[in-house]
């Protein structure tokens, strides 16, 4: 106990050693050289070569994973090799200590406090903690309100509760394309009972990249007392999200998608006001990074988080958020233009996102999967739900125009063949 305490407290107190180590002094050259960039292609030109891709690969993929910049696998490089001079004393002690540094960045970029604030490996693990803290308050019969369209990182937590705990899962059928927010929320109200207990949705759909109305659910949910988990995998930098904002109890998230964080590193909010209600074992003594029930964790990687925040900070929250919805409607635009695909996301700015999805009226969603990675080097992602025979679409801050009218060529090719 001892120990924790001295590391929470002198975590904070360290802010210069990242600025001392020369890591610091990257992020703030690649801060100028953005701002000094001659014009906006030039600026993410600049960006684009911060990236490892193998020459030629276009990664519309981002939703599945994001790539994480050179300079921030350097960094971690960097603290590999130092911590192994000294494991114990590296762990538990200098190198460990920055991992509230990473913390107290991971609140601001959500908009959180840093005792809201904990780092995980991921949504899911996230999302399993946040529904087991929560069965002690279900009975049997008691519902819980979700979507046809959450990932199995989202839902199997609740599908766990239902065969544990005798509560009931009741799913809202989405429409895709959706109309307008007012038809969701029109939905969302449609499916409340005197038994529901828990809402559970994700702030990006990631089947239609849907953004949900979270705050406008929110005001149905907080004077219900209903329990409203928000999986938020595919929001954190692309979207600029504030979870006060939101309204949302839990928020989780895998920074390893959009904020181009090392693989396993997730960020998990629980509201302040509802700590007492829900408490994850893995933070039942702190939610400091390393505590006596979370043990020991992999500090390169949360290091390596905390400065892929940063990377995104010195680009720019709502920058990146344009850039991507930019791009993501060019494509949008360019594919509608192809009689052979439906588009399945809707296109008001409010529920747009940088994620677009098309249903194959001719090909199977494989075959085009396929043949876009193999005769064109393009990586895509096959929806999730066969039903809708549709592959989906990430654009992040290494595409570039060329890319999205290379593969709208590609798939038209693919297509009249
Ligand atoms: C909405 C949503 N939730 C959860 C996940 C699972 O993420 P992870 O594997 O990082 O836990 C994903 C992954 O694509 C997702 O899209």
């Known amino acids: 106990m001892r120990r924790r305490g001295f590391i929470s407290n002198l975590a904070l107190a360290l802010p210069m050693a990242h600025a001392a180590d020369g890591f610091a002094a990257r992020i703030q050259e690649l801060s100028e050289s953005i701002n000094t960039a001659e014009n906006e292609k030039a600026l993410w030109e600049r960006i684009r070569q911060e990236f490892l891709f193998h020459t030629g690969l276009v990664h519309f993929n981002t939703g599945s994973l994001g790539a994480t910049p050179r300079r921030v696998l350097e960094a971690m490089s960097g603290w590999m090799y130092q911590l192994e001079g000294d494991p114990v004393s590296n762990v538990f002690g200098p190198l460990g200590y920055r991992m509230e540094q990473v913390r107290a960045k991971a609140a601001a970029l959500l908009g959180a406090t840093l005792e809201e604030m904990l780092i995980v490996e991921n949504t899911t693990s996230a999302m399993n903690s946040v529904a087991l803290s929560l069965a002690k308050h279900l009975k049997p019969g008691d519902e819980i309100l979700t979507t046809n369209h959450e990932h199995p990182g989202g839902a ?10 005798g509560v009931k899962l009741i799913q809202i059928s989405m429409p895709a394309p ?40 929110s005001e149905l949910t907080r004077p219900r007392e209903i329990f ?50 829900i408490q994850p074992l893995p933070f039942s003594t702190g939610y400091q990074a390393y505590t006596a029930a979370t ?23 709502s920058r990146v958020e344009a850039r ?85 060529k590609a798939i038209e090719r693919i297509l009249k063949s």
């Open 156 to 165: 199997v937590c609740w599908e766990y509760l239902v065969k544990n705990h």
């Open 178 to 217: 959706v109309k307008d927010q007012a038809q969701i929320i029109q939905l969302v109200k449609d499916h409340l009972t005197p038994r529901t207990r828990i809402c559970s949705f994700s702030h990006v759909d990631t089947i239609t990249g849907l953004q949900m109305p979270i705050r406008a659910i």
């Open 228 to 277: 409203l988990v928000c999986d938020g995998a595919q929001a954190p930098g692309m979207l600029q999200v504030d979870v006060k904002k939101l309204g949302v109890d839990t928020y989780a998230s895998s920074s390893h998608k959009w904020l181009l964080a090392p693989k396993g590193s997730g960020l998990l909010y629980i509201r302040k006001e509802m700590q007492d209600q």
């Open 295 to 317: 043990g020991t964790r992999n500090v390169v990687n949360v290091l390596g988080h905390g400065m892929a925040i940063d990377f995104h900070m010195a680009i720019g929250s």
């Open 324 to 408: 991507s919805k930019s791009l993501s409607i060019q494509l949008r635009n360019r594919l509608s233009e192809n009689p052979n695909l439906e588009l399945l996301t809707p296109t008001q700015p409010e529920l747009a996102t940088g994620l677009v999805s098309f249903k194959l009226k001719k090909s199977t969603a494989a075959e085009v999967f396929t043949r876009l990675q193999k005769e064109h080097n393009i990586l895509v992602k096959v929806v999730a739900k066969p039903e809708y025979n549709a592959i989906r679409f990430s654009t992040h801050v290494y595409n570039n125009e060329e890319e999205t009218e290379r593969t709208a």
